[in-house]
């Protein structure tokens, strides 16, 4: 079924967390799952449901090739579509596109990668594929037995089949029987003892970064499903604001997966949707055909300053400090006092800013402050006022080492 088809069908069916902070030991931070937001790639995106075993190897070899996995991309995540049926002692096996899931994993590992899969907590996951309901446990163990690193778990068919089968008319009802369905599932992971990324899928449903981290969720979509255009791209970002306070090490919200290099997204579009999710402590988990990758693509996934930002030790996701017309100014702190400073023409019909001028007192910064562009890899100095100039849909994303 059509990915917006499919969500359209999802959306008529319609806890206390500690935020660990700055001082936290490096050594505990470097144990912890998901410590900084996780990064690789996922292969929903560019393959959807053709995904093959043959296509999760070769993402593995293209991230060592081109240098990604060197940049921090380390995990390979299989999206939905692997699955077959389950034998009568409840074992699923996989389908033909994915002859041995251990032998894959192996592979990855082999490279130095990590490798993740795709589940859902209903009878069927959102292609229709065999889900994880009344199976937690076992799956859980054969995820584990596998090698399994990470899993992304898509509610979907666990609306009609669950929630809204319980519970009609009654949403809150609904909602209870959902967050039981991830406890329980995270209950399983952990019972492995096997360190898996916990990924949830439910669209953002129910305030889900208030009571995801509690249950143990390493990251939480705050969406429906992302798609390769900039009014989709750019309406997800603006949904971000408001929900900085809900991340930190171990626990992120997921504006969902990269579509740097997919679709017709320009290169200034690609540029500002990869500053964003790193100024937004995204996780970064690529979705483009890495075979194919063109040069400039590549140096948008691969530019290490701006990796660097997303994957700041302090955890502290970035807010809208102000818009201003068409152009939006987003700061996120950094370890060592030091801060991004993302200037974005959101414009359509106006090819430049110009006239805009980037006031520093709004970003609670005074005199000029010596930066560096982290596109053009120069250093600059901002000042008050100064006018800034983008075209249509381009970002100034500037690192402050020391701001005043
Ligand atoms: C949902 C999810 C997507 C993808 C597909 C797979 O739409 O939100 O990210 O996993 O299901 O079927």
């Known amino acids: 079924m059509h990915v917006s088809a499919r969500l359209t069908l999802a959306a008529l069916a319609l806890a206390s967390l500690s935020l ?19 990064m690789g790639w996922n292969s929903w995106n560019f393959f959807a449901e053709k995904v093959t075993d043959k296509d999760i190897r070769g993402a593995a070899d293209q991230l060592v090739a081109t ?43 082999s490279k130095g990668l990590k490798i993740g899969i795709y589940s859902g907590p209903g009878p069927k996951t959102c292609g229709g594929y065999a889900g ?31 929630m809204m089968k319980q519970a009609p008319n009654d949403k809150a009802a609904q909602m209870k029987l959902m967050i039981a369905a991830y406890d329980k599932m995270a209950k399983a992971l952990k019972a492995t003892g096997r360190p898996i990324v916990f990924s949830l899928c ?14 143990g969720g390493n ?17 997800i ?38 500053s964003m999710w790193a100024l937004l402590a995204a996780p970064l988990l690529a979705g483009n055909d890495l075979p194919n990758m063109k040069p400039e693509i590549k140096a948008i996934l691969t530019n290490k300053d701006v990796i660097a930002i997303d994957q700041d030790q302090l955890g ?44 520093l007192t709004k970003l609670g910064l005074h005199g000029s402050q010596a930066g560096k562009d982290l596109w053009s890899g120069k250093e600059v100095t901002l000042t008050n006022e100064m006018p800034i100039e983008l075209a249509s849909h381009d970002i100034l994303l500037v690192r402050i080492a020391a701001p005043k």
């Open 316 to 359: 502290k996701q970035g807010t809208r400090a102000y818009s201003d017309g068409e152009v939006e100014v987003w700061t996120r702190p950094l370890s060592g006092g030091a801060m991004a400073i993302a200037v974005l023409n959101v414009g359509d019909n106006r090819y430049s800013t110009h006239p805009f001028h980037l006031n």
């Open 20 to 38: 660990l902070g700055p001082t936290q030991a490096p050594a505990q931070s470097q144990q912890m799952v998901a410590a900084t937001p996780p």
């Open 132 to 162: 994880s309901l009344g199976h937690e446990e076992q799956d859980a163990q054969m995820y584990a037995s596998w090698g399994i690193d990470y899993l992304k778990y898509d509610l979907c068919s666990f609306i009609p089949a669950v």
């Open 67 to 109: 240098g990604m996995k060197d940049a921090g991309y380390v995990y390979v995540n299989i999206d939905d579509t692997w699955e077959a049926e389950r034998y009568a002692n409840g074992v699923l096996h996989t389908n033909e596109k994915f002859p041995d899931m251990k032998a894959l994993a192996d592979y990855v590992h």
């Open 237 to 274: 970002l603006e949904q971000q604001d408001g929900l900085a306070k809900y991340a930190g090490p171990g626990h992120w919200n997921d504006p969902d997966m990269l579509e740097v290099g997919n679709g017709k997204l320009t290169l200034a579009e690609n540029r500002s949707h990869f």
């Open 202 to 215: 439910q669209y953002g449903w129910d305030g889900v970064w208030e009571w995801a981290p509690a249950l």
């Open 219 to 235: 990251l939480w979509r705050t969406t429906g499903d992302i798609d390769p255009h900039w009014d989709r791209v750019y309406t």
